[in-house]
């Protein structure tokens, strides 16, 4: 590690039209972080996400991967950065086979990256995310948690450094939920992951995770702790409510 | 160049001007609303043209009577049309981009039928007949009645329908369609019967068009092609759904190319107006006057 | 896919085609020569267009480009250096057409590529008027018909033998996935817009070479002649309705519809265009992976499709419920 954060946002901004959907949002993430990112609807979350991966140029700003700067960069470069995500709804690729489907990513931005043995090939990734008995099976056919899964799956092929992951417990029960944080826990303990995690499901989330953004109308008004964030007056006005003070 | 001449080249622009604008808003009622690119339209406008020059020529009723019959037997066309094959697309596409590319797979199948079909029935020459030729001045201006007619029509039709969107309930219907289809739908539009009926409106102004231009040019099958370009053009310059949009750009790309021609010579007049039509589509996607 | 059997089969079809000069009539050679012109503009429209679902009708621009580069440097280039001027600056146009247009999406690119292709016929016009005096070239050095039969089949083969290579390929596989979901296909780290020009000038330089090799059959050339969009258009068609991302369909689609050509074109040509546009419209309606991808299922599925269009119906009428 050079001492540059794995990935820095400074004051990115999101306008579109006269709508501000990011605001000046600041935030630096080191290698191996469990980071949780929660707020209302139209907080600016997924919006966010695309301006750390490239797929939205934020209207201000600037973005930093390993002190490389990446500021208007297409995704493709975020990706070859080591930046992988995914998305809200699931966007696999229907017609190509599960197994397909993640090689894709091994192709491309996963080709000439190291990584560990666990992302040596499909089948490992396959093995990793539980998919391994659907492999031959076309993506459409699988139901909507495992494509969750394979979205994850997809990402993991581009060999990252730091994992996007857009709500990928929503629509799951408690159970499913569990086994899904779990699931990311491995995933940052064993490959070494920075994981940051946008979620609905904020008890889960705030279990699991070591730190926490909370965004509301398109401001960072915190990030700390768990135990820091439920505390925060701002927060709790904002979000969370008294209920939720005990979680931490 | 005198007053009067300035007054000539202008008003003939317009002129060319409003059939271009009728036309583009019969396209934009269709892309706008329900993302049908119609490459076909100005076929539509050919036929229009083609049954009022049989109307008149061969069973003597007026080209104005003609309007309103030429503006329901196309909106029928359009009806069957939509019907018969818009309908089974949007239930058959997974999303809204693959509905796009073959709803303009499929008009450029009905451009093909449509052409050569009028072709076969009523040959490739041109035709045309005579109606109100006889020149009216306006101040030192000289100009043929048929061509002040067509102005006053296309610009009445296309005022008329602008006004009916904005004012009546089922026009704010379809507005808010355009704007936002679920929320539309969650308050209770009805997208099916809404459609058709649009689709069929848009075809009926291109053959109301067509019947307009039977009575001052001379027509051909292939008329239509040229239309639907310069109709396309015209969307492009007003912005895609934006109606007023379309009546500007119109009246204005008739202007535009009258001067053009006026000053440069008349075979510049594609050049130039292809060349606009590709800088405003690479400079403002979404049209000169849409709001961002 | 199976790589050696598709080899097999192009290769036992070249030899067939080679065949036909020499024991066919000058009709049979006719018609083998459009058919193996448009099996090359619809196989390299496919290659690109099918796979990223970007909707070209720029073919006519580079088919024209291809023949006016041939008249013009035939003398001095000879027959194969014609022929690679032609594919070489079709590729280029490709190249900065595909630089300030590709970003955009589906239809704006469709309408796009037909803008500029008529801005080129008539840009072209316009300097042979203003500048020459004269419309038109008249080629005065041409090659025997055999050579340029030959060579169109050649640039079939080629055609079809990129598509073979391509879809093993990673490149074919960023356009796939550029067809399926663009921006998904960016953030598993493919560069699209290298990728969708490369692939766009690819199919500019068949293009161009077919209309330089095509050029030397009409010994004089116009831009009316060589940019006429419906050279474009019938490709597209003859690739949609083949199925623009199979391999085979292409080519099966060119053989029908030379055939019909031929057989309808001159006595009516205009039904001839209607059964075309018919087609297209029932293919896009009923069959929108072309034919190449009928199969017994197809069948049974539009027997159960008319099946329960008719108790609609029947229902419908039964009903009669006021609107």
């Not at chain 1, 920075?194 to 008004?221: D, F, P």
């Not at chain 2, 909106?75 to 818009?86: C, D, I, S, T």
């Not at chain 2, 076969?120 to 201006?141: H, K, M, N, Q």
């Not at chain 3, 598509?163 to 296909?185: P, T, Y």
Request: glycine letters at 10%; aromatic letters at 8%; proline letters at 3%.
């Amino acid at each position: 590690m050079n001492g540059h954060p794995l990935l820095e946002a400074r004051g990115v901004t999101v306008r579109f039209g006269g709508l501000t959907a990011v605001d000046q949002v600041s935030a630096a993430f080191a290698p191996g972080e469990l980071v949780g990112i929660i707020g209302p609807n139209g907080a600016g979350k997924t919006t966010f996400f695309n301006a750390l991966s490239g797929v939205i140029e934020p209207s201000e700003g600037e973005l930093f991967a390993l002190g490389q700067r990446l500021t208007g960069a297409k995704p493709h470069r975020f990706a070859q950065q080591g930046i992988a995500r995914t998305f809200q709804t699931p966007r696999v690729f229907a017609e190509l086979s599960v197994a397909a489907n993640i090689d894709f990513g091994l192709q491309f931005a996963g080709r000439h990256r190291q990584a560990s043995w666990l992302l040596k090939d499909e089948t490992s990734i396959l093995n990793l995310i539980g998919l391994a008995a659907q492999a031959a099976l076309p993506a459409a056919a699988i139901t909507p948690s495992q494509q969750r899964l394979l979205e994850i799956g997809m990402a993991l092929a581009t060999r990252p450094k730091l994992l996007l992951l857009d709500e990928v417990a929503a629509g799951l029960t408690e159970s499913e939920i569990e086994s899904m944080a779990q699931l990311i826990r491995r995933l940052r303990d064993d490959l070494d992951l920075s994981v940051i995690w946008i979620e609905h499901a904020v008890t889960t989330l705030l279990r699991h995770v070591e730190r926490v953004l909370v965004l509301h109308q398109g401001r960072k008004i915190a990030d700390g702790t768990p135990a820091e964030v439920v505390r925060n007056a701002e927060v709790v006005e904002a979000y969370l409510g008294d209920e939720m003070v005990d979680v931490a | 160049m005198t007053a009067g001449a300035w007054l000539e080249l202008i008003a003939s622009g317009l002129i060319t001007g409003g059939v271009y604008a009728l036309v583009a808003l019969g396209l934009n009622l269709q892309y706008g609303l329900m993302r049908i690119l119609n490459i076909a339209h100005g076929e539509f406008l050919m036929v229009g043209a083609f049954l009022t020059w049989m109307a008149t020529t061969q069973f003597g009723i007026s080209p104005l009577l003609m309007i309103p019959v030429a503006f329901a037997l196309l909106m029928g066309a359009g009806l069957a049309v939509h019907r018969l094959v818009f309908r089974r697309l949007t239930r058959t596409s997974p999303n809204l981009d693959v509905f796009e590319a073959r709803g303009l797979m499929v008009s450029f199948g009905l451009m093909f039928l449509v052409q050569n079909f009028a072709q076969l029935l009523w040959g490739g020459d041109l035709r045309g007949y005579d109606f109100l030729t006889e020149p009216v001045a306006i101040g030192s201006a000289q100009f043929a009645a048929n061509k002040l007619l067509l102005l006053a029509l296309a610009l009445a039709f296309s005022a008329a329908l602008i006004v009916t969107l904005k004012k009546t309930l089922y026009g704010k219907g379809v507005r808010a369609l355009m704007q936002s289809p679920t929320g539309a739908q969650l308050v209770g539009i009805d997208t099916e019967r809404l459609h058709p009926l649009m689709f069929g409106v848009g075809l009926g102004l291109s053959g109301v068009a067509g019947c307009l231009l039977s009575m001052t040019y001379t027509i051909s099958p292939s008329m239509g092609e040229p239309y639907t370009v310069t109709a396309l053009i015209v969307i492009t310059l007003g912005g895609f759904g934006s109606m007023s949009g379309a009546l500007v750009g119109g009246l204005a790309l008739g202007v535009i190319e009258a001067v053009g021609m006026h000053f440069t010579s008349p075979s510049l007049k594609s050049l130039l107006s292809y060349g606009i039509f590709i800088a405003v589509l690479l400079w403002r996607p979404n049209g000169l006057f849409a709001r961002k | 896919m199976n790589t050696k059997r598709d080899l097999l089969v192009l290769f036992a079809l070249a030899g067939w085609a080679l065949a036909v000069p020499h024991y066919g009539s000058e009709f049979a050679v006719s018609m083998a020569l459009t058919c193996l012109m448009y099996a090359t503009l619809s196989s390299s429209w496919s290659l690109f267009c099918g796979s990223t679902r970007y909707l070209s009708l720029a073919t006519s621009a580079f088919f024209g480009i291809g023949a006016y580069c041939s008249a013009l440097s035939l003398e001095q280039l000879g027959w194969l250096g014609a022929i690679g001027l032609g594919a070489a600056i079709a590729a280029a146009v490709a190249v900065v057409m595909g630089a300030a247009v590709l970003h955009l999406r589906g239809t704006y690119f469709a309408v796009l590529t037909f803008g500029m292709t008529e801005l080129i016929r008539h840009a072209i016009t316009t300097w042979e008027k203003q500048v020459t005096g004269t419309v038109g070239r008249v080629l005065t050095v041409v090659p025997e018909r055999d050579t340029v039969y030959l060579t169109v089949l050649g640039l079939a083969v080629l055609a079809i033998l990129a598509s073979i290579l391509v879809r093993r390929s990673r490149f074919g596989l960023a356009m796939a996935g550029i067809g399926a979901d663009e921006q998904r296909a960016q953030t598993l780290g493919v560069n699209t817009r290298l990728v969708k020009i490369s692939g766009f000038a690819l199919t500019a330089a068949f293009a161009g070479a077919v209309g330089a090799a095509m050029s030397v059959r009409w010994t004089y050339i116009d831009p009316a002649t060589v940019f006429n969009p419906f050279i474009g258009f019938q490709t597209v068609l003859i690739a949609l309705i083949g199925g623009a991302a199979t391999l085979w369909g292409p080519l099966l689609a060119a053989v029908v519809f030379s055939l019909l050509a031929e057989t309808l074109r001159l006595q009516l040509p205009q039904l001839y265009m209607m059964t075309l546009g018919l087609l297209l419209i029932l293919s896009v309606l009923y069959l929108p992976g072309g034919l190449a991808s009928l199969r017994r299922e197809t069948f049974t599925m539009w027997r159960d499709d008319i099946r329960s269009g008719w108790r609609e119906l029947r229902a419908g009428k039964a009903k009669k419920v006021p609107a």
